[in-house]
Each structure stands twice: as structure tokens, then as C-alpha cells.
């Protein structure tokens, strides 16, 4: 599986922006995407998360009500809506891949070692 991101840039605070991640290689419905994000000094942590089979999602709390997760099966794209965004959703955003297709409930199940397949990132820069 080969993951590519666009769509990041630089947006005012309460701006939004949407990211793409779209994947090349067999199996999109058989795997999960999530979108992680990782600011300078700070730890690689799950955004949001689609189980492309079924459409079941996750959200941190720090997201949920700004952002909106979405796959275009026949595209073989997600696509991560992004608005009303803070200064403090500045970082670089990775998608993932990883079988089977299972978003977890809880943050402490997106340990980003168990994610097999990596995009290269999107840089989201937030002014004040």
C-alpha cells in the first residue's frame, strides 16, 4: 500500500482545510486510514480514523466537532476535513494504512508503531 497526502497549507485560525490521502496497491476496503499528526517537540498521535470497509469512525476528543473524516472507495481516497481550525492543530499530518479494517474506540489503541503503511506527510500550519 502507498499512501500520498495533499492538501496541507497555511490557514488563519478559524479557517478550514481539507487533506486527501490517496492510496495506490490492492486492498483498499480490507484496511483502516488514519490520519496522525505530530507538532514539533510533541509525539506522532491519531487524528481520526476510517474503517474503509464499513465507514465506522474514530475521533480524538481535541477534533471531534472540527473535524470530518470521509472515503471515496472508487477513488481510493479519505479525505480529512478540517474546520474551524486553532493554532494549536499546527503540525505535520501523516494518513496510515494498517489490515484489517478496525478503527479503535480509544487513543490509546492508534499506537503509531502498529501502523504498517506511511505517507510521506502534509504540513498545516494554523496563524493566530
Do not use: H
Request: aromatic content about 14%; hydrophobic content about 30%; charged content about 15%.
Amino acid at each position: 500500500v502507498q499512501l500520498v497526502e495533499s492538501g496541507g497549507g497555511l490557514v488563519q485560525a478559524g479557517g478550514s482545510l481539507r487533506l486527501s490521502c490517496t492510496a495506490a496497491g490492492s486492498g483498499f476496503g480490507d484496511y483502516a486510514i488514519a490520519w496522525f499528526r505530530q507538532a514539533p517537540g510533541k509525539e506522532r498521535t491519531a487524528v481520526s480514523c476510517i474503517n474503509t470497509n464499513d465507514g465506522d469512525t474514530y475521533y480524538a476528543n481535541s477534533v471531534k466537532n472540527r473535524f470530518i473524516i470521509s472515503s471515496d472507495n472508487a477513488k481510493t481516497t479519505v479525505y480529512l476535513q478540517m474546520n474551524n481550525l486553532e493554532p494549536e492543530d499546527t503540525a505535520i499530518y501523516y494518513c496510515a494504512a494498517d489490515f484489517p479494517a478496525y478503527c479503535g474506540y480509544y487513543s490509546s489503541e492508534y499506537e503509531p508503531r502498529s501502523w504498517d503503511y506511511w505517507g510521506q506527510g502534509t504540513q498545516v500550519t494554523v496563524s493566530s
